[in-house]
């Protein structure tokens, strides 16, 4: 089991749905990530929040909507996908520091939902 | 432009022997280079990180090493077990000066252990 916890594992979706993406951890990490994984490709990185704040857009389409409620929690908002969208969402977390994505902490990864856009 | 080469892009070894990993950044100005490990439908494990003054750091049966001088780094992985069998990511971190790092991810190695 991960330190970081991704639901669902799994989701079907169409691409007039709305559906959210959920992303926990407890570790008191500061610093959350968006992953956008598509098959056999490393990791692209969508969003950074740093305390609770979105410090990194990776010009992301609108479609994807990030939130951070709290130090704990991380969404991911989605609505009228398109098929290419289908893929391995990741969401990661770091200790924070002032180099916002991780300086020479690891991020710690969660297993992914996998998006499947109809 | 910054880049990550892997390679191979994909490897094949008997269970029980060594194997190394290459990766080679045109990253800079380097913060550090890390390797991760993803196994197939789980998401990354950090193995090691790697500032620009170590040289080399192990994690049990994995040892990196990096030349920052000419821009290398390995990942070498002692008597290959079955669970040994997954995707390996080199990802080099560019110094920002106190500001948002970037990092830029290799395509990664897949490593088959064959019993």
């Known amino acids: 089991d991960t330190e970081v916890t991704q639901t669902p594992k799994h989701l079907v979706m169409g691409m007039t749905n709305k559906k959210s993406l959920k992303c926990e951890q407890h570790m008191g990490h500061r610093a959350m990530y968006w992953y956008k994984q598509k098959a056999k490709k490393p990791p692209e990185l969508m969003f950074v929040y740093s305390y609770e704040k979105l410090s990194i857009n990776e010009s992301v389409p609108s479609r994807f909507s990030p939130e951070c409620p709290n130090s704990s929690l991380l969404n991911l908002h989605l609505h009228a996908l398109q098929p290419e969208d289908s893929a391995l969402y990741l969401c990661?977390?770091?200790?924070?520091?002032?180099?916002?994505?991780?300086?020479?902490?690891?991020?710690?990864f969660g297993d992914g939902t996998r998006l499947s856009i109809l | 432009k910054n880049q990550v080469e892997q390679s191979p892009q994909s490897l094949i070894i008997l269970e029980g022997k060594n194997c190394t990993l290459q990766?080679?950044?045109?990253?800079?100005?380097?913060?550090?280079l890390r390797w991760y490990k993803q196994d197939t439908g789980r998401g990354p494990v950090s193995l090691t990180i790697?500032?620009?003054?170590?040289n080399t750091k192990s994690n049990g049966r994995y040892t990196a090493t990096l030349d920052a001088d000419t821009k290398q780094s390995s990942l070498h992985i002692t008597a290959s077990q079955l669970s040994d069998s997954a995707s390996y990511i080199c990802v080099v971190s560019q110094y920002s000066g106190g500001g948002a790092d970037g990092l830029t991810f290799g395509k990664g190695t897949h490593l088959i252990i064959q019993p």
């Open positions: 790697m500032t620009f003054s170590e």
């Open positions: 990766c080679n950044y045109t990253v800079s100005p380097f913060s550090n």
């Open positions: 990661a977390s770091s200790r924070n520091s002032l180099n916002i994505i991780g300086g020479n902490q690891p991020q710690h």
